[in-house]
């Protein structure tokens, strides 16, 4: 068993946690890990400290392990909030997908005139064009796109955005998002976009 140093993505706390060989180069590999923060108290991504004491004598390291990943496909993430849309960028980056932000469902629909995204994922309740406008747009004009929205809501106790959920039969992640759970639903829908089989686990 190794020791290895890890920092909360979500609160930044830092932890030692101790892998076995395998573990360790994984982590080694894609640079972080999901596992409960005592901190947050919850399930949040784990990013690799390079200065981990144990890393000689394990036979690795992080030049020896890294690999260029190949892109896992291209994200537009439509949210008005900075904060938010910079933790779905970093999260989802990290995870080896191309992202591409956008502050409103306006701003969101001159990038869809231009690029292809294979997820997009939208907040519900925005300035000038919210998230069930879009959706509608998107029914109307680009109707392969509205197959790959996944939307985003702190708005749970509002009647109205939580029948429209409903009806329109796309997955929805809850604010604050579960960064495991985020990168689970992006995969599932990137992979019934594309009509590939999941991959064996």
């Known amino acids: 068993m190794a020791r290895i140093q890890v920092r909360c993505h ?71 909030d900075p904060a938010i849309r910079t933790v779905l960028q970093k999260t989802l980056t990290g995870a080896g997908y191309e992202v591409v932000t956008a502050e409103t469902g306006r701003d969101a629909i001159g990038v869809l005139a231009r690029e292809d995204f294979e997820a997009i994922l939208s907040d519900v309740r925005m300035p000038e064009l919210d998230g069930p406008s879009l959706f509608r747009f998107l029914e109307q004009h680009l109707a392969e796109a509205k197959n790959r929205v996944i939307f985003v809501t702190g708005d749970t106790s509002n009647q109205e955005t939580m029948r429209f959920l409903g009806e329109c039969g796309r997955p929805h992640l809850t604010k604050p998002v579960n960064l495991a759970q985020l990168l689970a639903v992006v995969e599932a829908v990137i992979t019934m976009a594309s009509g590939s089989p999941p991959a064996a686990s």
Not at 21 to 30: H, I, K, R, V, W
Not at 52 to 70: H, I, T
């Open 10 to 80: 979500s609160c930044g706390s830092r932890a030692e946690i101790e892998v076995n060989p395998s573990e360790a180069g994984d982590l080694y590999q894609t640079g972080y890990s999901f596992r409960p923060c005592r901190t947050c108290r919850g399930s949040t991504r784990h990013d690799f400290l390079s200065d981990s004491p144990d890393q000689s004598q394990l036979g690795l390291s992080v030049r020896d392990l890294a690999v260029e990943k190949p892109t896992a496909g291209r994200v537009l993430v439509i949210d008005d």
